[in-house]
């Protein structure tokens, strides 16, 4: 099959899923009005794929069906297939700014890097590569779980008083049955496929009890029994259009809870059963986090430029860029894109060949982006609001374009270099990206999407090899012990 059309892509769509927002079920994820703007893009961002001036910088030959598929299934060999996929992620993130984190390249990368460590899934390595290699050749796209719902965190998920949580309730001839439920599905409305893996940094205790919690599939989303509960979309119909909400009515990606209610996954889907070592010690083994996170690197240097771009254009329609003051918010903005931008290259300059036989971007500067961006990114939406000032409270709906008041607004919304249609736009589109909350939900995300940034960073203190840095201390102390000896 190779790439698919945005069109094949919202046919796929209609495949009779149980996704249920605002309490009730969601007859087409394609067509509903709270769904449609993130339909859309996703259809587009697909489209893109067939582009003439730039689909071979999106794609690369499927080495088993000769047809062209997406380069984010890749995998690398070399620094420069690392190069080509910076670029193709671009495109995609470009597209959406960087708003879109989810968009399906995320976790065609992990599958790359998952099927290039198959032998770590141990008995189930052959149906690893077999999902990687359908996902690829037929441009599917998943949405992942890797949590556990928030009951108790005070004990680990066998542990639980309230047993919420997805696991192997009994097993069959042709699979194993799951029941429970499992967080946070992003992507969810827009995915064929759940795919259900542990998270990189929260592992099971070598229990019996645990090991039914250790499980690995992927299953299209519409297999009976998959239930998926949306929260209530970033604009409700009627309340805003996407002249007010440029942002959330394009790109809404949807967060779902997914609920298995007795689900019979079948043999040939498992990808990890009851093996507490593989379900802890997967991510290391296959080195999956350098490429995960050259990608969300590279959106989040998206995401960075958007904003600048637009503070730079909102400075600059009221002028206030004259006074220093911004001019040093802006610099704060030039030199965070800079960092980011710097750190990509730096995981591409230090990329080795790990033990699975494929290039890896360094984590190090990519662990480092991961740290600093959610900072990043909540201080790039209060200079917006910083900057913007009043001009963001009082912005109207651009409906007023074409009211009673259309002469008046067309006067009195003017700014200095900007006129009335231009700023209410700018401002609009100021509002979604740094105050709305579209804009919320994204500093989440930032936060979060990639785990927990507390026990991300006590494992990479727990993990740095500190050694050679204490040992340069003490060195240090020895020679100004023998200096002061010999000068006091
Ligand atoms: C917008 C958004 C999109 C997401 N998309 C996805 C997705 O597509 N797929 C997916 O699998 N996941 C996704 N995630 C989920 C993400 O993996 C989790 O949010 C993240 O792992 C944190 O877990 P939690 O939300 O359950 O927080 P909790 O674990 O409940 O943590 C809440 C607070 O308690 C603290 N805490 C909890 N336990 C401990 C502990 N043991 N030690 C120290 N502190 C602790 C945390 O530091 C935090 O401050 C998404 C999250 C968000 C917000």
Redesign the pocket.
Known sequence: MGIRTGAQILEGLRDGRQLYMNGALVKDVTKDPRLVGGARTMAQLFDMQHQPGIIDEMTYISPKTGERVGLSYLQPKTREDIARRRKMYRHWHDHTLGMFG?APDFVNVMLSSFASGAEAFGPYAKNMTAYYEKARDEDRIA?????NP?VD?THNVAAQAKDLAAKAVRETDTGVVIRGAR?????GAYSDDLFVMP?PSYPLPNTEEAKAFAIGFWIPVATPGVKLINRPGMIQPGLGSSHDYPLSSRFDES?CMIIFDDVLVPWENMLMYRDIEIFNNIYRRVHAMGAMGHQFSVKDLCKAEFMMSLAFTLVRSTKVDEFLHVQGMMAELINNMEVLHSCILASEAQAEITSVGVMSPAMGPLGAVRYLFPEMFRRACEVIQIVGAGGLAMVPSYAEMSGPLAEDVKTYYQAAAADSDTRIRLFRLAVDAAMSSFSG?QQ??E??????P??GAGNLYNAFDKAPYVGRINTLLERFKLEDQAWN
């Not at 949405?143 to 949590?147: A, D, F, I, K, V």
């Not at 967080?183 to 992507?187: E, G, K, N, Q």
């Open positions: 989810r949405t992942h779980s890797l949590t928030q965190r967080m946070l599905a992003t992507l998270a967060d939900r989440l995300y936060r979060y999407f990639a785990g927990d507390v026990r």
